[in-house]
């Protein structure tokens, strides 16, 4: 097995943690495989491949002769690299129509290998160091978060790339993304490490099928403590009673050896009780999230033969659009064509210049939940424009339910969290209080696959009026009841 990665007893704890990321984790992961690795955010997905890069000290052994290679890992601002001077960093001998090549399977002109890096797009820039980190056929690439900047053709035009090679790992939230390519799955989950042949989906089936045995198995140890329990509190009262019921002092000497003796047996009692409270785990309990929706009293907007015009020219081809109460609208299409800058001109953020005929009915209260704003704003920022006691514990109740343990909510500095748990604040924020209409810039970037869900189940059920852009295929499938693509 040349090149495998064999993983024997690695146990890994930060320092300003008591609870290890992993414990005793034995895993064979074969050099050829096309690898998923999953699991809720915070769970240790980064550091994983922190660790197999040997960035990390940690315990127990990792035997591979691979040349472990991280992405993205882009170049310094001040270094003002050309394209073909970023493919060429770690693979000198690479030849011009190699990397033609590859730019035609990634769908990206030939001619940009001419351009500065840093004047191409995010999604070019991400398929520019994928085709990097397999030029190099030696190395064994780490592949962390790739479709953050990438559009839906985008990710399908990165899904088919992957699929075409082999031997990698790949970080994703994005189950459409990794169904395209991957054929063994490794997920972190509560209490252990699962690894699996097949993709998302098979991984999903798998899951239920395991989450439903432990739940069998969790619902008989729940009985079981119940009974221990009354049995405890039975010993104890019976103590209590026989140690007052008499005044004799040789009764009551008896009556202290019987209490002795049933203290002993509420402590063997409680000891039973958490043993088998410890054997309750891995399955991930999601609460339902609350949304409290109000639907707008009209129409929330009208577009015939709209565009936004810059240097006078169309954005994008003219669109058409009603959106009533209830609606929940997307807006699609490739980056660059103007769906961010759609969401400003709806938002009255920018005056723009327009064509056609339009009207906006922005109801009182908005949900609104921006890229932008992201860049602007922390845990420690947000907590502080909370004025009452009552939104604070509103809000720190939605982050519990999106999986952040309440032990991180006193540090307001956040900056052990990982993206996704960022990125959970200013959902739970967009969540807070009530709301007549949801504009949702990007929600699903960095948020793993069960929050994902839980989102799902809940607009599902609360019907809000919403306004969207998102790449994640699978979210919006599931929730969108409107769809409208620009096209530049």
Same mark, same amino acid.
């Given at each position: 097995?040349?090149?495998?990665?064999?993983?024997?007893?690695?146990t %890994?704890?930060?320092?300003?943690?008591?609870?290890?990321?992993?414990? #005793?984790?034995?895993?064979?992961?074969?050099?050829?495989?096309?690898?998923?690795?999953?699991? @809720?955010?915070?769970?240790?997905?980064?550091?994983?491949?922190?660790?197999?890069?040997?960035?990390?000290?940690?315990? !127990?052994?990792?035997? =591979? /002769?691979?040349?472990?290679? $991280? %992405?993205?890992?882009?170049?310094? &601002?001040?270094?003002?690299? /050309?394209?073909?001077?970023?493919l060429q960093?770690?693979?000198?001998?690479?030849?011009?129509?190699?990397?033609?090549?590859?730019?035609?399977y990634?769908?990206?002109?030939? #001619?940009?290998? +001419?351009?500065?890096?840093?004047?191409?797009?995010?999604?070019?820039?991400?398929?520019?160091?994928?085709?990097?980190? %397999?030029?190099?056929?030696?190395?064994?690439?780490?592949?962390?978060?790739p479709?953050?900047?990438?559009?839906?053709? !985008?990710?399908?035009?990165?899904?088919?790339?992957?699929?075409?090679?082999?031997?990698?790992?790949?970080i994703?939230?994005?189950?459409?993304?990794?169904?395209?390519?991957?054929? +063994?799955?490794?997920?972190?989950?509560?209490? =252990?490490?699962?690894?699996?042949?097949?993709?998302?989906?098979?991984?999903?089936?798998?899951?239920?099928?395991?989450?439903?045995l432990?739940?069998?198995?969790?619902?008989?140890? @729940?009985?079981?403590?119940? &009974?221990?329990?009354?049995?405890?509190?039975?010993?104890?009262?019976?103590?209590?009673?026989?140690?007052?019921?008499?005044? #004799?002092?040789?009764?009551?000497?008896v009556?202290?050896?019987q209490?002795? &003796?049933?203290?002993?047996?509420?402590?063997?009692?409680?000891?039973?009780?958490?043993?088998? @409270?410890?054997?309750?785990?891995?399955?991930?309990?999601?609460?339902?999230?609350?949304?409290?929706?109000?639907?707008?009293?009209?129409?929330?907007?009208?577009?015939?033969?709209?565009?936004?015009? &810059?240097?006078?020219?169309?954005?994008?081809?003219?669109?058409?659009?009603?959106?009533?109460?209830?609606? @929940?609208?997307?807006?699609?299409?490739?980056? !660059?064509?103007?769906?961010?800058?759609?969401?400003?001109?709806?938002?009255?953020?920018?005056?723009?210049e327009t064509?056609?005929?339009?009207?906006?009915?922005?109801?009182? +209260?908005?949900?609104? *939940?921006?890229?932008?704003?992201?860049?602007?704003?922390d845990?420690?920022?947000?907590?502080?424009?909370? /004025?009452?006691?009552?939104?604070?514990?509103?809000?720190?109740? *939605?982050? +519990?339910?999106?999986?952040i343990?309440?032990?991180?909510f006193?540090?307001?500095?956040s900056?052990?969290?990982?993206?996704?748990?960022?990125?959970?604040?200013f959902?739970?924020?967009?969540?807070?209080?009530?709301?007549?209409?949801?504009?949702?810039?990007?929600?699903?970037?960095?948020?793993?696959?069960?929050?994902?869900?839980?989102?799902?189940?809940?607009?599902?059920?609360?019907?809000?009026?919403?306004?969207?852009?998102?790449?994640?295929? $699978?979210?919006?499938?599931?929730?969108? /009841?409107?769809?409208?693509?620009?096209?530049?």
């Amino acid at each position: 097995m040349r090149g495998n990665i064999l993983i024997k007893n690695m146990t %890994f704890t930060y320092i300003s943690m008591i609870k290890p990321i992993f414990k #005793d984790v034995n895993l064979n992961i074969n050099e050829n495989w096309k690898l998923g690795l999953i699991g @809720r955010n915070g769970r240790g997905k980064t550091t994983f491949l922190k660790i197999l890069l040997n960035e990390l000290e940690y315990k !127990g052994t990792i035997q =591979s /002769t691979l040349e472990f290679k $991280y %992405f993205p890992l882009y170049p310094d &601002r001040d270094e003002d690299l /050309t394209a073909i001077e970023v493919l060429q960093r770690h693979n000198s001998n690479v030849e011009i129509w190699q990397m033609e090549r590859e730019l035609t399977y990634m769908d990206l002109p030939h #001619d940009m290998l +001419h351009k500065k890096f840093n004047v191409l797009s995010g999604g070019e820039q991400t398929k520019l160091l994928l085709i990097e980190l %397999f030029l190099n056929e030696n190395s064994f690439p780490l592949i962390d978060e790739p479709t953050n900047n990438l559009d839906l053709h !985008g990710r399908q035009v990165v899904g088919q790339y992957l699929n075409s090679k082999k031997g990698y790992i790949v970080i994703s939230h994005d189950e459409s993304f990794l169904n395209q390519f991957v054929d +063994h799955i490794l997920s972190i989950n509560k209490e =252990s490490i699962d690894l699996i042949t097949g993709n998302i989906d098979t991984w999903k089936y798998e899951k239920e099928n395991a989450d439903l045995l432990s739940e069998e198995k969790n619902s008989k140890l @729940r009985a079981e403590i119940n &009974r221990l329990n009354d049995v405890s509190r039975q010993v104890n009262s019976w103590g209590i009673k026989k140690e007052n019921s008499t005044k #004799d002092a040789a009764e009551r000497r008896v009556a202290a050896k019987q209490m002795k &003796r049933a203290k002993a047996i509420k402590k063997r009692t409680v000891e039973m009780v958490e043993e088998k @409270r410890a054997l309750i785990n891995n399955v991930e309990n999601d609460s339902d999230l609350k949304m409290i929706v109000e639907q707008p009293r009209k129409q929330v907007m009208f577009f015939r033969d709209f565009s936004i015009l &810059r240097n006078g020219h169309p954005l994008f081809e003219p669109i058409n659009i009603d959106v009533y109460p209830t609606d @929940r609208f997307f807006i699609e299409g490739k980056n !660059g064509v103007g769906k961010s800058t759609l969401l400003h001109f709806i938002l009255g953020k920018e005056q723009l210049e327009t064509m056609g005929n339009y009207t906006i009915n922005l109801p009182e +209260h908005l949900s609104i *939940l921006s890229q932008k704003r992201q860049e602007d704003v922390d845990y420690s920022s947000l907590i502080d424009q909370l /004025t009452t006691r009552e939104e604070k514990e509103e809000f720190w109740h *939605l982050l +519990h339910q999106l999986g952040i343990h309440r032990s991180s909510f006193s540090d307001k500095s956040s900056k052990n969290w990982s993206s996704g748990e960022q990125k959970k604040v200013f959902l739970a924020n967009a969540l807070l209080g009530k709301n007549e209409l949801y504009i949702w810039d990007e929600v699903t970037n960095y948020l793993d696959m069960m929050v994902i869900q839980q989102l799902i189940d809940s607009i599902t059920y609360y019907r809000p009026t919403m306004i969207g852009v998102d790449h994640n295929e $699978y979210f919006v499938d599931a929730i969108a /009841t409107k769809k409208i693509e620009l096209i530049s």
